[in-house]
Antibody, heavy 119, light 105 residues
């Protein structure tokens, strides 16, 4: 059974870099999958942030204006999200998720980690 | 970007009702459309993928249909545990997008 667990700082100061990690169990990051980050601002809907696939190809939500970087570390069986120059608008619950292909949906999600941006 | 619009934004229903949620894409996405259920404090749950395929473990009262630009999620008989927010998502483009959500209350 595939499980995902997000980890992150909880609180980040404005202008700093937010770093989140998603640790996999029950599956290999080297598998033919798609690994993604999604966030939900307080009281709002789901926003797709980025994904990385089995070949290392990455795609990002253009609204993030190149502030986001998604990467995978096969030695640790993890994938990560880095978001630079954060503002209060980045306060959200961040989820990591995976799917077996672009037509398969995101079948497994982490529990989510809440991130607040505040001085 | 492909825009996804859901109708209605809020839906009031009772247990046993047939519920239909609509999702419209700003351009054809073939059948690259997924549906999720989201409850407060919990992660989203995949219900339907590829427009009409039922995810393993999801009750058969959930069904999806459509192709191109117009899609529907149907709950044949609403159960108490189905009160939640529902989102569609397109994965046709390399830039994925979600609809704004439909709250079933």
């Amino acid at each position: 059974q595939v499980q995902l667990r997000e980890s992150g700082p909880g609180l980040v100061k404005p202008s700093q870099t937010l770093s989140l990690t998603c640790t996999l169990s029950g599956a290999s990051i080297r598998g033919g999958y798609y690994w993604s980050w999604v966030r939900q601002h307080p009281g709002k809907g789901l926003d797709w942030i980025a994904y990385i696939n089995y070949s290392g190809t990455t795609h990002y939500n253009p609204s993030l204006k190149s502030r986001a970087t998604i990467s995978a570390d096969s030695s640790k069986n993890q994938f990560s999200l880095s978001l630079t120059s954060v503002t209060a608008a980045d306060t959200a619950v961040y989820y990591c998720a995976f799917g077996s292909g672009t037509s398969a949906g995101l079948a497994v999600w982490g529990q989510g980690t809440s991130v607040s941006v505040s001085s | 970007d492909i825009q996804m619009t859901q109708y209605p934004s809020t839906l009031s229903a009772s247990v046993g009702d047939r519920v239909i949620i609509t999702c419209r894409a700003s351009q054809s996405i073939r059948t690259y459309l997924n549906w999720y259920q989201h409850k407060p404090g919990r992660p989203p749950k995949l219900l339907i993928y590829s427009a009409s395929s039922l995810q393993s473990g999801v009750p058969s009262r959930f069904s999806g249909s459509g192709s191109g630009t117009d899609f529907t999620l149907t709950i044949s008989s609403l159960q108490p545990e189905d009160f939640a927010t529902y989102y569609c998502q397109q994965t046709y483009s390399t830039l994925w997008t979600f609809g704004q959500g439909t709250l079933v209350e």
